[in-house]
């Protein structure tokens, strides 16, 4: 087997156009040779129109950029409102909420005070008001006018209050010097 190898071999080198003058052979050169030339002129025509297909792609892009830009910003302003309506809505019950623990807290104070027997607002204002009518029937009026004498009368009732108050913080301060000396 190698001998016969061998020959066709030589018979080969010897005699290399035999094997072109094949009519076969010779179609699928010229074949060949026309794919060669029909993408030498698809390369030739996409270079010096391909410049102007880049720029047609740039500008379409760009114009696609810019319809995609122009709904995301419509898109955020809408969820921008509707946030700023939320926190409105949620910043308003906040406040309610607030005023409603306020007066609930005010309430109980209140009623802690009175339950202690201190004397609201309301109390004070009533007894001033009726120490000005009993003071302006008994005709008995001041320089200062007819708040006067409820005036004084509410300082000299305070004042048992604040010595008691004054007192009550010496107490410890004495029983602690006391002890020590």
Do not use: C, Y
């Not at 302003?77 to 949620?90: E, L, P, Q, W």
């Not at 008001?129 to 000299?156: F, Q, V, W, Y």
């Amino acid at each position: 087997m190698v001998k016969k190898l061998k020959k066709m071999a030589q018979r080969k080198a010897s005699n290399p156009a035999g094997l072109m003058d094949n009519p076969m052979a010779q179609m699928v050169k010229d074949s060949a040779q026309q794919i060669w030339l029909a993408g030498m002129g698809a390369f030739s025509k996409a270079q010096s129109e391909g410049g102007k297909v880049f720029e047609a792609l740039m500008k379409e892009g760009l114009s696609l950029q810019k319809k995609t830009q122009g709904l995301a910003e419509e898109r955020i302003s809408a969820v921008t409102s509707k946030m700023s309506a939320v926190a409105g809505d949620v910043s308003g019950k906040a406040g309610a909420q607030w005023d409603k623990l306020e007066s609930i807290f005010e309430a109980r104070v209140e009623k802690a005070l009175n339950k202690m027997g201190v004397p609201s607002r309301r109390d004070i204002d009533a007894l001033i008001k009726r120490i000005d009518e009993l003071s302006a029937k008994t005709g008995a009026h001041s320089g200062n006018g007819a708040a006067g004498p409820a005036r004084r009368a509410m300082k000299k009732a305070a004042a048992p209050a604040k010595k008691a108050a004054v007192s009550a913080k010496r107490a410890p301060r004495r029983a602690a010097k006391t002890a020590s000396a």
